[in-house]
């Protein structure tokens, strides 16, 4: 019992490694997928550079697709700045690793 009460606590001292996220793994965005503005406004996806690229005939989503896209339903009032109306800014974190049609996609799993 004092054994494991002991590894116990070693365990909670000692610092998490924070370790990279694997790329291998992510998804990419799609047309027929939501994401939303801080407030919850929608964004509108639509592809246009992705429409070649497909994954079970849905296109993907790259970043001159997403940037400037329209964003509707935002309640944040004008007090605060007003609605969020498109998307102003991609993190570069957020873009895949590999090109395609001259663009990055963009991934599900790095959107904030």
Do not use: W
Request: with cysteine.
């Amino acid at each position: 019992m004092t054994g494991e009460l002991l590894a116990k606590t070693k365990q909670q001292t000692q610092p998490e490694q924070l370790k990279p996220l694997s790329t291998a793994m992510l998804h990419p965005l799609l047309e027929d997928n939501e994401i939303k503005c801080p407030h919850n406004g929608v964004v509108q996806l639509q592809s246009n550079k992705g429409k070649s690229i497909t994954d079970k005939n849905i296109p993907f989503i790259l970043e001159t697709d997403l940037l400037y896209s329209s964003i509707v339903g935002c309640p944040n009032p004008h007090i605060s700045g007003g609605p969020c109306t498109q998307v102003a800014f991609i993190l570069p974190s957020a873009r895949g690793l590999k090109k395609h049609n001259d663009d990055y996609p963009i991934m599900q799993d790095l959107i904030i």
